[in-house]
Structures are given as structure tokens and as C-alpha cells.
């Protein structure tokens, strides 16, 4: 049944954050630099969109929260422990519950992390990006290595569960400088390292600088091909292996949130911009809130920050399914997959895919071996064009 479907993946909460301190020229997230910010009434909508959209799943087990911008270490730590505090009063949070918060590396984040801790969030994920200064600066980071190598370790004094994000396949960076950049970060490692190919996404700062033809010294194909393969082999050795095409985690210590995105599950998103996917008396529904901040506060004070709810057919659900669970080791399961499609998975791309050697097929699952993560994309239009 497709009215079930979501248990599979869980449940969980996503709160954005829309501020920044400033806004890095890579980025294409939903991000606002503001020098004055009313925390009281940011904190007021999100209560107010909590109860809203508890009101309509209830008797749930929340599984996780995300705090995610944005930056949301620059949210006042008793506006997290009230949004905290609300979504385990509306829904009933699970035992183990993972409450997440990314942060940025500045000292004045930093120094707020013992609050953080105290309001209940107990896994942080900070946006390091590189351990080189002069690529902090290319990449428009506002601190230094030592800052965040300093804020990293009161993270960890803080928290048992500490991330972080690196960027490789950088301007003029070589394979084997990307090989020391890692082998520094994995002596730092915790549990968890996402580490991400630089992408140039249009309507960014780069991404005009790279039209105008002025974004010189990335990396060809080939150079960024090296880099991943270092990746993989590399946090592996140090028993970091890859369970997502860009995130790797000792055994145990996969970001259960994200796992609910790649698995299939529900997630209620607040904030300006959020998406969400929620079961509603059987039906699964795609939802979107308004972007810009000022609009989604406006929209609240009406009753709903939400711009768009639109219900998912059995064959969207599976295609999605299918798109975010090829993205994990452990692929995707194609009983489920049939059951939403109401059809089966196509057996020519099954079997093309398979003789190439990108997939493993077992029969009941399909897995991506590690030479068709580098190709994932092509492997999704396979099957999806089939």
C-alpha cells in the first residue's frame, strides 16, 4: 500500500534558517544576508507552523530534527531549544532522536555551542569547506583553518557527534594536494565527513564568473575523476567508508536525516523555502513555502507558510524513490519500487546497466557499485526514460 509507504523512511523535521553573515559565491541554497533580525518573531512563525502541520500528522514518532540554512548557529539557542522543545511536545520523539544543527566556524558560533547543547540538539554539522586559507577565501568563508580548527574542537567538547564539510575539485587544486587535505581532515574526524565536488550551479557568483569565462584552474573531467577515486579509497582506509554518494560515516553514524530523504521517508519542512513530503490521509504530498523571508513571515501571520501542496502520484513516488536511493550503498528495493510504479523496473536498463558493470543486481535490490557512482546520473536517466 502507498498510504504506508513513508514508514519505510522514517519521519523527521526540517527547520530553515535563512540568514547569513555573508553569501559564499558557490552557493544556490536559499540564503539572505540581514543586518538586523527580529529573533523573537522568527521564533513565534516557526511555533506557529510547527502546531500547523502537526495538526495534520499526528500520533507520529519523530525520528529527527534538521536545523538547516542558511546559517543556523546564528539562531539564538533558546529560539532552538522553543522549536526543540514544541516538535517533541507535538509529535513523540523517538528514543534515539538525532537533532542536527549546522554551523558555521566563526568564533562567535562557536562559543554558542555549550547553549546549543543545552537545548537539545546533540549532533552538529559545520561548514569547514577547505583547510587551506587561501581557498577559504576564494570560496567566500569568513574564517580562517585555525578558526575552524578551534571551533571544531569546542564542537567536539560539546557533542559526541561532530560533522564536517569539505569542498574538493577547487581551483588549481591538485590530486595530491586533495589527498594531504583529506588525510588532515580524517585525523580530525569524529564519526562523519561530507565531502562534496564543486559544482557550478547558475544564478551564482561563480556561476557568472565561469559563463564570463573568468573562473579559471578547475579541473577537468578526468582530474575531478582522480579526486573522487582518492575519496573513496582514502576514508575507507581510515574506516570512514562512502554510504552516500557524497557522505561517509564509521558504521553506525550515518546522518539519520538524510537517510530519511535518501530512503524514502516523510519530513515536514518550515522556513522560507523549505520542502517537505507529507502523508496525508494517504496521499503523499510535495510541499514548498515561500522563499523569500519576508513573504514566508507574512504568509504565517495568515495561517500557513506553505506556496504550494501538491499530491504525488504512485509513479512520482517511485521515481523519487528511485533517484534517492540509488544515491546510498544500499540501493533501492525494487519490490517497492513496483508496488509504487504500479509497474516493473525496466528489464533491458537492468540488464545493459548490469553487464556494464555499474550496477548489481540481486534481483530484489538493485546496488550501485562503486564504478557507476561516478556515473549516477547516467544510471538514473536509464532507468527513468524506460
Known sequence: MTDEDWRHGGFGLYVHWPFCQAKCPYCDFNSHVSRQIDQSAWCEAYLAELERTASETPGRVLNSIFFGGG????????????IVEAACRHWTPANDIEITLEAN??????????????????????GVQALNDTDLKRLGRLHSVAEARAAFDIARACFDRVSFDLIYARQDQTPQQWQDELNTALSMAVDHLSLYQLTIESGT????????????????????????????????????????????????????????????GDYVGIGPGAHGRVTINGIRHATESA??????????????????RQPLTGLEQAEE???????????????????????????????????????????????????GFMVLNVIISEFLVS
Open 291 to 308: 522563499i523569500m523571508p519576508s513573504d514566508w513571515l507574512g504568509l504565517v501571520a495568515q495561517g500557513n507558510g506553505e506556496t504550494k
Open 205 to 264: 557568483a561563480f556561476g557568472d564568473r565561469f559563463a564570463r569565462g573568468t573562473l579559471r584552474g578547475l579541473p577537468d573531467d578526468d582530474r575531478a575523476a582522480d579526486m573522487y577515486e582518492i575519496t573513496q579509497a582514502t576514508c575507507a582506509a581510515h574506516g570512514l567508508p562512502m554510504y552516500e554518494v557524497s557522505n561517509h560515516a564509521r558504521p553506525g553514524s550515518e546522518s539519520r536525516h538524510n537517510m530519511i530523504y535518501w530512503t524514502g
Open 71 to 82: 546559517t543556523p548557529s546564528l539562531m539564538n539557542p533558546d529560539t532552538v531549544a522553543r
Open 105 to 126: 566556524p566563526g568564533s562567535v558560533e562557536a562559543a554558542r555551542f555549550s547553549g546549543f547543547r543545552d537545548a537539545g540538539v546533540n549532533r552538529v554539522s559545520m
Open 321 to 371: 524513490y528511485l533517484m534517492m536511493g540509488l544515491r546510498i550503498r544500499s540501493g533501492i528495493d525494487v519490490v517497492r519500487y513496483e508496488n509504487l510504479a504500479k509497474r516493473p523496473l525496466d528489464a533491458a536498463a537492468r540488464n545493459s546497466l548490469s553487464e556494464l558493470g555499474l550496477i548489481q543486481d540481486l534481483g530484489d535490490r538493485i546496488i550501485v557499485q562503486d564504478q
